[in-house]
């Protein structure tokens, strides 16, 4: 994307609920909520994606942060066409993930974080059906 001058948007940086600690299982919501078809909250992968977060957790009380800022400084350090925009509901949120952007991730770091996560999460990003079609 460098090399082609676009930036890149990253929607549900906080990966819709897991990194701020508010997912919940398939089935715990009203029928018609999409969640409740979301692959990443499915039996099996919901608790592998439970694990990585608290695995990551740690990673950012070492550091004196939360989990979000840690998944939002790690975003950062993606390159200047990544942009984050994080969705949220109150002041405290939006002061939370602005102190993302002090937070310095060493070699080290980054390479724990892919360690936990290699490939961003534990289930399919969207079910099948609602992946977008790239040109």
């Known amino acids: 994307m460098d090399q082609l001058g676009i930036?890149?948007?990253?929607?549900?940086p906080l990966g819709r609920g897991f990194i701020?600690?508010?997912?919940e299982p398939a089935g715990q919501y009203e029928a018609t909520e999409i969640r409740n078809v979301d692959p990443r909250r499915q039996?099996?992968?919901?608790?592998?994606?439970?694990?990585a977060?608290?695995?990551?957790?740690e990673i950012a009380a070492a550091k004196g942060a939360t989990v979000s800022q840690l998944a939002l400084a790690w975003l950062l350090t993606r390159g200047e066409h990544i942009v984050p925009i994080p969705g949220t509901r109150s002041p405290k949120r939006i002061q939370e993930n602005v102190g993302a952007a002090g937070l310095t991730l060493t070699d080290t770091g980054l390479k724990a974080i892919d360690e936990i996560l290699p490939h961003g999460g534990f289930g399919a990003r969207c079910t099948e059906g609602h992946v977008p079609t790239w040109i």
């Not at 930036?7 to 549900?12: D, E, K, L, P, Q």
């Open 7 to 12: 930036g890149f948007v990253a929607y549900s």
């Open 20 to 23: 701020t600690g508010t997912a």
């Open 43 to 51: 039996p099996g992968n919901f608790e592998k994606n439970i694990e």
């Open 53 to 57: 977060v608290d695995r990551l957790a």
